[in-house]
């Protein structure tokens, strides 16, 4: 846990991040000319996924594809984040073959750089419209709604603002938390921008910023101070408590969980995966992002990570509220690509 105050100067380098994730995760070291790149596309058998998704939760679905097909993957971990301002660097020489998002934004920025290939309609048609792509650049994964964890011993349901508007006033000042570089946070400010426009973002953050938020790094780490009492509200993805609950017990899980459909603090964003330019007729890129939509695939999601499967005829975790209460009809996710231009704005309210 950080204050806003020992957060700032706290900024480190893209390249020194994924450096440090890369290493930490024992992701492959292989330049790309040296990679399995140069096999010919339709001879493929192996394939390098940069994963923006936490390895423990990934790592088992990777291997259940390579089991099934024969196809090896060589994944890259880190946070959505750094791989999207790393892809953006490497351009058209990157040794990826498939991008792993944790977030719509990030894809969005890919598609909008040209740096993305056009999915098949046999693949880009398994999604419905409205959580994927609409120009079939990349596919919608999974759904996962923005919401307020909150300590269920401190404060009632009833005790929460309906809007994340509602926590730039005194009242919650010092008792909110989250992690400012995440990327699902970062699109949840995109929302913001789109929903309620530029000057009313910035005004939010930078009010925000002004109340003594908690800054962490990560959502799981926000929801465990909840979880212990130690913080009011944190703003997380549903799945964080469900995953805490079937390990602890819902019985015993202090945080609780407030829906916020309707508002921008409670959007659904989606988990998705595209191919990159480079590997447009690489087949075993192909297969890979098939199988997150394949049965198997959603099923993995929904049972593993507790997120909404995208794909019809696939149930949701159970005590989920149905997704389409929760969408927001003004917000279409492929407007979530101005990752940059959200950016700039936390700096400029001191969050980043």
């Known amino acids: 846990m950080r204050s806003l105050t020992s957060a700032l100067g706290a900024t480190t380098t893209v390249a020194a991040l994924f450096a440090l994730t890369a290493c930490g995760s024992g992701a492959a070291e292989t330049p790309a000319a040296e990679s399995d790149q140069a096999a010919t596309p339709a001879e493929a058998t192996s394939i390098v996924l940069y994963a923006g998704r936490d390895e423990e939760l990934i790592a088992p679905l990777v291997e259940q594809f390579t089991d099934e097909t024969g196809i090896e993957v060589e994944v890259r971990y880190a946070g959505t984040t750094e791989l999207n301002a790393l892809l953006l660097e490497e351009g058209d020489k990157t040794p990826a073959d498939v991008f792993l998002s944790q977030d719509a934004g990030a894809l969005g920025a890919l598609s909008k750089a040209g740096l993305l290939a056009t999915l098949p309609d046999e693949i880009a048609d398994t999604v419905p419209a409205g959580f994927t792509s609409s ?186 509220p149905a997704i389409d209460t929760l969408v927001n009809p003004g917000l279409d996710l492929s407007d979530l690509d101005s990752l940059d231009a959200t950016q700039e704005l936390l700096a400029e309210a001191g969050l980043l």
């Not at 009492?229 to 549903?238: Q, V």
């Not at 945080?255 to 916020?260: G, I, T």
Request: charged share 25%; proline share 5%.
């Open 135 to 320: 120009d079939a650049s990349w596919i919608g994964v999974t759904g996962r709604a923005r919401v307020f964890a909150y300590d269920g011993e401190a404060l009632d349901e009833s005790d929460l603002p309906d809007s994340v508007d509602a926590l730039t006033d005194e009242e919650w000042a010092g008792r909110v938390g989250f992690p400012p570089g995440n990327a699902s946070f970062q699109s949840f400010i995109t929302a913001l921008r789109v929903l309620e426009g530029e000057d009313a973002a910035l005004e939010w953050a930078k009010g925000i910023a002004d109340n003594d938020p908690v800054l962490t790094e990560k959502n799981g780490a926000t929801l465990d101070l909840v979880n212990t009492g130690e913080l009011d509200i944190a703003l997380s993805n549903h799945y964080y408590w469900y995953q805490r609950a079937a390990e602890q017990g819902a019985d015993n899980m202090r945080a609780q969980l407030k829906f916020l459909p309707g508002d921008a603090g409670g959007i659904v964003n989606v988990t998705g995966a595209g191919v990159l330019a480079p590997a447009e007729d690489n087949a075993a890129a192909h297969a890979f992002v098939e199988y997150l939509v394949s049965d198997a695939g959603q099923e993995y999601f929904v049972e593993k990570t507790y997120e909404y499967p995208l794909v019809p005829g696939i149930d949701a975790p159970e005590g989920l």
